[in-house]
């Protein structure tokens, strides 16, 4: 099915409605002349004729074989999913009176999201009357936010709502896309004597695992 619907997206050869487009393909320099003749070019080549550019006046149309174009943007698709990284906030709650312990622990921790790209929710959380001591939680976090300078940037200074006061990092650097295997998939390279059509073979690709948001409390 969904290979079904990623041909109804371009239209080739007799479906193209146009009556004149503009050609292109490998060693086939930039022409337009009528459709017909386009598709008689692209047949004595071998290949399809393929409308990349719907809205351009007149219509641009690629010579190459249709299966070989569909790979192509198939890979093309998944490169940018790859450069993609996904981000979520991680959480890491501090008490007012939190011990050096606890503190180089959640701090470790809070490294670890940052240079894996994640953003970092950091809070001091006040039970009861510790609220008093919402100064000593303003200056944990700024210790918190120093000693992660190197890989981290205050987003957002440390604020007081309700009873938490709030500090939002953001990493310095983004990490970039593991590199995938090589040879992920073979493009199609010959045809299929029966059927005329090409024929490829695909391998699995491995994305690598996700990393969910955690909570890191007291």
């Known amino acids: ?50 409308e990349i550019s719907p809205t351009a006046v007149p219509p641009v149309c690629r010579v190459i074989d249709y299966s070989k174009f569909l790979y192509q943007q198939k890979k093309k698709q998944k490169e940018m999913k790859a450069r993609q990284v996904k981000i979520s906030v991680k959480e890491i709650r501090f008490g007012p009176q939190t011990d050096e312990h606890d503190y180089d622990f959640k701090l470790k921790h809070a490294k670890e999201f940052l240079e894996a790209g994640n953003k970092v929710k950091a809070y ?45 990092l953001a990493p310095k650097k983004m990490p970039t896309a593991a590199k995938k295997p090589a040879a992920t998939e073979d493009a199609p390279t010959k045809k299929n004597q029966s059927t005329g059509k090409p024929e490829h073979k695909a391998r699995k690709e491995y994305t690598g695992p996700k990393v969910e948001g955690e909570n890191f409390d007291d």
């Open 124 to 168: 001091v959380f006040f039970r009861g009357r510790s609220i008093v001591f919402k100064e000593q939680g303003e200056v944990l976090l700024l210790r918190f936010a120093n000693d992660l300078e190197e890989v981290g940037k205050v987003e957002q200074m440390p604020s007081l709502l309700g009873k938490r006061m709030i500090m939002f």
């Open 1 to 50: 099915m969904k290979n079904d619907r990623a041909k109804q997206q371009y239209r080739i050869n007799e479906q193209i409605r146009a009556r004149e487009v503009r050609v292109v393909g490998d060693g086939i320099e930039s022409t337009v002349m009528p459709t017909r003749d386009a598709i008689d070019l692209a047949r004595s080549m071998e290949q399809d004729l393929v």
